[in-house]
C-alpha cells in the first residue's frame, strides 16, 4: 500500500520523509493557498526535497472543459512524475479522457460514490481519490465507500488505483487499510497520529529510569 502525504507545509514534508517510507505528495488548492505562494515555486520547493522521481499530485481549479484542459496541461509542464488532480464533474470526466489520449497522469478526486470512481477508472484516471470522512459527514459510509470501489477495481482488472483521502482519525486509516486499499494519503497530524502513543513514551521513559538507577550513566556506552 502506498503512503502520500497530503501537505504542501514543507517543513512538514522533510520531517516526515526524513523519518518514514513516503510514496508521493498530494495537494488541493485549500492546502496551496494557505502559503500564498505561486504554484510553480511551490512545486519546485516540494520537489526539491522528494526528487521528481516521487510523484506529486496538484489539482485544477477550472470546471470548464477547455480551461481544464488548458490547465492541466499547464500543471504536467511543472515537473516530471505530476498527476493532475481533477473533479469528477462531467466536464471533469470529459477532460480525463481527453488528458490521457495526451499522455497525462490524472488522478480523479472529489469522490464521493463508488459509481463516480468506477466512470473516472473507465474515463482512464490512473488514481481515484474518494474522501472518507466527507462522506461519514454527509451521514454515508466512507469506508464502506472506499471498500466497494476497491472490489470494483480489482474485479474488473481496471489499472486504476484507489487513493483514499481525507481522514479525520488513526481508525478511520486503519479500517481502510485492511480492505486492501492501493494508497491512502494523510496529513502530517494522521501520520504522526499513527506512531505516537503514551503508552510507548512510558515504556521508553522506563527504560532509561531503571538503566540510569543501574549504572548512573544515561546511555549504553
Not at 94 to 101: D, G, H, Q
Not at 154 to 165: C, E
Request: glycine share 4%; with cysteine; hydrophobic share 40%.
Amino acid at each position: 500500500m502506498e503512503l502520500l502525504l497530503d501537505t504542501a507545509n514543507i517543513q512538514e514534508i522533510k520531517e516526515l520523509y526524513d523519518c518514514l517510507v513516503i510514496d508521493g505528495v498530494t495537494t488541493n488548492p485549500t492546502i496551496l493557498a494557505k502559503d500564498n505562494i505561486k504554484l510553480e515555486n511551490k512545486v519546485k520547493e516540494i520537489t526539491a526535497i522528494t526528487t521528481e522521481h516521487t510523484p506529486l499530485h496538484v489539482q485544477i481549479i477550472s470546471q470548464d472543459f477547455q480551461e481544464i484542459i488548458k490547465e492541466a496541461l499547464y500543471i504536467h509542464s511543472l515537473r516530471n512524475n505530476i498527476y493532475v488532480k481533477i473533479p469528477v464533474t462531467k466536464d471533469g470526466l470529459k477532460a480525463i479522457k481527453e488528458l490521457k489520449k495526451l499522455g497525462v497522469k490524472v488522478t480523479a478526486t472529489a469522490i464521493f460514490t463508488a459509481t463516480q470512481g468506477f466512470l473516472a477508472a473507465k474515463a482512464g484516471a490512473d488514481y481515484v481519490a474518494p474522501y472518507v470522512n466527507r462522506i461519514d459527514n454527509i451521514s454515508g459510509d466512507g469506508v464502506a465507500v472506499v471498500t466497494q470501489l476497491t472490489q470494483i477495481l480489482n474485479q474488473y482488472h481496471l489499472p486504476t488505483k484507489v487513493l483514499a483521502a481525507s481522514f479525520k482519525n488513526v481508525q478511520q486509516i486503519y479500517d481502510i487499510m485492511k480492505i486492501g486499499v492501493h494508497s491512502i494519503t494523510i496529513s502530517s497530524d494522521m501520520c504522526k497520529a499513527m506512531y505516537q502513543h503514551p503508552s510507548t513514551d512510558v515504556s521508553i521513559l522506563q527504560f532509561y529510569r531503571d538503566w540510569e538507577e543501574a549504572f548512573g550513566i544515561t546511555s549504553l556506552k
